[in-house]
């Protein structure tokens, strides 16, 4: 587990649009990563939903979110 505040290892994966996100391409910003185990289950829609109500905030301050299942 990384600890908060320490470097992410650099990472090249697929999205959920079938483009590839790699971590050296948000060089700059915030990058907050949450994990989940599973999509549409109620915990982690409503984890997602709090990141999604919290975007335009988090992106005025530079910052990506990143979900990751």
Same mark, same amino acid.
């Given at each position: 587990m990384i600890k908060e505040g320490r470097k992410a290892p650099a990472f $090249? =994966?697929?999205?959920s649009t079938g483009d &590839? =996100? *790699? =971590? &050296? #391409? =948000? *060089?700059? &910003?915030?990058v907050i990563i949450y994990f989940y185990p599973r #999509?549409?289950?109620p915990g982690c829609t409503?984890? *997602? $939903? #709090?990141? $999604?109500k919290a975007l335009r905030k988090l992106q005025s301050l530079d910052a990506v979110v990143i979900g990751v299942s």
């Open positions: $090249n =994966l697929p999205s &590839k =996100l *790699a =971590l &050296k #391409d =948000l *060089a700059g &910003k915030y #999509d549409n289950t409503v984890e *997602a $939903n #709090d990141f $999604n």
